[in-house]
């Protein structure tokens, strides 16, 4: 059971907002105006800067200038009332129906012609509400500064490192409360209630759990009622929490009641080859992309196709950059320099060629050194984990 506040220090503010104000004058930037939902857009980027995670259903916005006090912008009152007392912002203001108009006047009556405002990823604001930003504003530059926030998150603080590591910790915890207590006959839901007694007393804020529980699933989902453990299919599990704080990790097990054979024999076997080269393949001055080819092409050797490789690790649950590419190239950070002091959750998961059944998906969470990459929380006795029934 925690103990910890599960807080940031007033140290760790104020280097993070240094550090933002540093970077937007090197950029030419007057300001930054970050927008962010719970779980759909831009929460991480919020949260870093605010200390207050964003209500299920409201829209933040947040306004930082390189030599005022940064405004945040809600549009709920209950919101409000939560950010007042746990934001490291003190000026909140409430705009529950013309949120994105008040941040609109707020940059026209300080900011005109000629200036520039780095705004969070665009591709995530909505066009009405870009439109707000831009017809009030015609002569201020709107500028995508994704990228320019994601190096600032990137390399962690000894602060972050800490609240990275314990987050990591409680996804060991479940993967083996998990393991300890999954049996044949279970439903996919039954076998997670252990787990989600477990973590309560962990300051878990938020979780996603993944599974497969048949030998011929095609992809890991969310637990369900109507899918159920056999006493000869593997299971798949993956744990991904968040804590208090923000800070969140993910651990992917695939646990066999049997000794794989053939094919799926041969999975498990590149995939702890797999594991073994992680530590020399992603170190400093790596290019993300040359990482991700290097596991791609040790798949392909062995005729299987690999996906999913993993994220970044900080706040929320995944932090960019992904490494994965989706098919529309967002997220496709590839160029991203790995550096000591970063957290990579490295989940390959491995498929036949053909794209059939059966899958193996493991992951783990490690920490890039300046001379050593290493696992955080090793539970990993064997690919796959054997299930004693």
Known sequence: MTTETLQFSSKERDRRFAELRTALKDNGFAAIALSGQHHIFG?????????TMVL???????????????ILFVDKPTDQYWVSRLSWISDVRLSPNHIHESLADEIHARWGTG???AVNGLIGWRAVDYLTLTNRNPGVEFIDADAMLMNLRGNKSEEEAHFVREATRVCSLAQEVFAASV?????????????????????????????????????????????FITAT?????????VRGGGYGSQIVRTYSPTEPTGQYRDMFSVRAEIRDRIADWLRPGVVLRDFAKQVIELGATAGLNVQQLGHSVGVDMADDPFINVSPDGYRDLGEWTVEAGQFFAIHPMLRPAVATP????IGDVYSVGEDTTSLVEHNLPAVPEHLGW
Request: glycine fraction near 4%.
């Open 233 to 241: 299919d593997p299971i798949v599990f993956s744990a991904e929490i």
């Open 183 to 227: 049996r044949p006959g279970m439903s996919q839901a039954e076998a997670v209630a252990p787990v989600e007694h477990a973590i309560r007393a962990e300051g878990v804020e938020d979780r996603l759990w993944l599974m497969t529980s048949r030998y011929d699933d095609g992809a890991a989902w969310v637990p369900r009622d109507d899918k």
């Open 56 to 70: 299920p259903s409201a829209v933040n916005l947040l306004l930082i200038s390189v030599d005022d006090d940064p």
């Open 358 to 361: 059966p899958l193996v998906w």
């Open 115 to 117: 200036d520039r405002i």
């Open 43 to 51: 929460e991480a980027a919020l949260r870093y800067y605010t200390n």
